[in-house]
């Protein structure tokens, strides 16, 4: 019985140390591990974008960041002054040159009108029965004329109305660049960002747009009296023209009356002391 009992407790220790080795044998399981690897893949790839994304990130922001910042010196070394429209002056002795400057300082068909009622000498017309007892070249000669000085007011008194508009929107164009000028060289941040830098450029396009409008219209009333220039010189070469043509096909008959009249008188005239 004794070899019995001292054989059932060592049996009872290898039956537990085999459990035990079995428990801690590990299962190799292929497909699970590949499945990790390939998450491993995934997440380094992951990691990997994020980091060139935000290298990405911080490249646009230091250049963006750059571009923000003005130079300091930007103002002291491209700014400049602009010549500034002054208003003209000029002597009244007599009262009749006050309203053509003030149309040319603030313009305006009115102050222009006045201006020309006083300063310009005004042109006659002729009365219905005074221009109806002249011959027909005399009248259009006549016309001609008056038509040329009526021309010649519209044409003057538009130039006057424009030049003095100009002049008078000048103070306030002149500010609006100033403006412009101050954000365009500001060092504040906010001036200098995308939409801001995109706000001054359109602003700029449309100042010169309304610059180059205004130009328009000097250009426009200089051509006016240009064109009345050529009428007046027109005019003057047509009335030699007509001159010369009338001379040539009335000479003749002039010349006969001329003559037929001196030779009556001279066969009128007596050399006898009786008178006959």
Do not use: C
Not at 23 to 42: H, L, R, T
Not at 223 to 238: F, G, H, I, P, S
């Amino acid at each position: 019985m004794k070899p019995i009992k001292l054989f059932a407790p060592m049996f009872l220790l290898i039956a537990l140390l085999s459990s035990v080795a079995h428990a801690q044998w590990a299962v190799f399981d292929a497909s699970n591990f590949g499945e990790a690897v390939q998450e491993f893949g995934q997440l380094q790839q992951m990691y990997t974008t994020a980091v060139e994304t935000r290298d990405q990130i911080i490249t646009a922001y230091d250049l963006a960041y750059q571009m923000s910042r003005m130079p300091q010196d930007l103002a002291v070394r491209y700014q400049s002054q602009s010549t500034q429209w002054t208003n003209l002056a000029a002597p009244d002795s007599y009262g009749n040159t006050g309203a053509w400057i003030n149309a040319l300082n603030i313009g305006g068909p009115s102050q222009a009108a006045t201006a020309y009622a006083q300063s310009v000498l005004q042109a006659q017309t002729y009365q219905a029965s005074a221009l109806a007892t002249q011959d027909a070249d005399t009248q259009a000669v006549i016309q001609n004329q008056i038509a040329t000085s009526e021309l010649g007011q519209g044409a003057i008194t538009n130039a006057l109305s424009t030049v003095g508009t100009i002049r008078a929107n000048s103070e306030a164009l002149s500010q609006k660049l100033a403006n412009l000028e101050s954000d365009t060289y500001s060092t504040d941040p906010s001036q200098q960002s995308e939409m801001a830098v995109l706000g001054k450029i359109n602003t700029a396009t449309l100042l010169q747009i309304r610059s180059q409008q205004d130009a328009n219209q000097i250009l426009a009333a200089e051509v006016t009296q240009q064109a009345l220039a050529a009428k007046q010189r027109m005019d003057e070469q047509n009335r030699l023209i007509n001159q010369s043509i009338y001379f040539n096909q009335n000479f003749p008959s002039v010349m006969q009356k001329m003559t037929d009249g001196v030779s009556n008188s001279l066969a009128s005239i007596s050399l006898s002391p009786s008178g006959h």
